[in-house]
């Protein structure tokens, strides 16, 4: 059960666009199409921001999208705005029938 | 409005228990799969465990399995897990969370503080 692999932090200016990555295994990201993505703010709970790849909640913005390729998927913010900055994480079910997440990407908005 | 509402946190004792509970409202509680998920302070979300709607499919993460036990009551809307030998890595916010087909929480409680210190 080793944690999907995201970059520690990444950054970019309002209006830029930004993408994170998330890299497992064949047994977990390659495996299935059950990725999904959450922001968190400091000492907030989790909001699901992407499920199922690139299935979009109701009530999230449209700057936020996924995508996979082979083991590793991706979220990209568009249009960035101040208010994106915040960690975010990705998870992914497993061949095991369990959960595992990514070590988490924490956003700056320069 | 759907609400999931995590208590039974605290300061424990290395080699203690604690139970954690999580009150549902505002959905279908007994159609739900359910989850835990922790967070140690300053680090990352970290799945420990899961149940089904009926409770006969159980799985753990393998840094707990043997030493917590999840379960729930699906008369009282109510999601517990039972943790014993608890250790100093233990020690974090637990997040109880739906799951939905495919592994995804659309809901999650606001969470509650579980600290491991002599």
């Known amino acids: 059960q080793s944690a999907l692999t995201q970059p520690a932090s990444v950054s970019g200016s309002p209006g830029q666009s930004i993408t994170i990555s998330c890299t497992g295994t064949?047994?977990?990201?390659?495996?299935?199409?059950?990725v999904s993505w959450y922001q968190q703010y400091p000492g907030k709970a989790p909001k699901l921001m992407i499920y199922d790849v690139s299935n979009r909640p109701s009530g999230v913005s449209n700057r936020f999208s996924g995508s996979k390729s082979g083991n590793t998927a991706s979220l990209t913010i568009s249009g960035l705005q101040a208010e994106d900055e915040a960690d975010y994480y990705c998870s992914s079910y497993t061949s095991s029938n369990t959960r595992v997440f990514g070590g988490g990407t924490k956003l700056t908005v320069l | 409005d759907v609400q999931l509402v995590e208590s039974g946190g605290g300061l424990v004792k290395p080699g203690g228990s604690l139970r954690l509970s999580c009150a549902a409202s505002g959905f279908s509680f007994s159609t739900s799969s359910m989850t835990w998920v922790r967070q140690a302070p300053g680090k990352g979300l970290e799945w420990i465990s899961s149940i089904s709607k009926t409770g006969d499919s159980i799985y753990y993460a393998d840094s707990v399995k043997g030493r917590f036990t999840i379960s729930r009551d699906n008369a009282k809307n109510s999601l517990f897990l039972e943790m014993n030998s608890l250790r100093a890595d233990d020690t974090a916010v637990y997040y109880c969370?739906?799951?939905?087909?495919?592994?995804?929480?659309?809901?999650w409680g606001q969470g509650t503080l579980v600290t491991v210190s002599s």
């Open positions: 064949s047994s977990d990201v390659g495996g299935y199409n059950y």
């Open positions: 969370a739906t799951v939905k087909p495919g592994s995804y929480s659309d809901y």
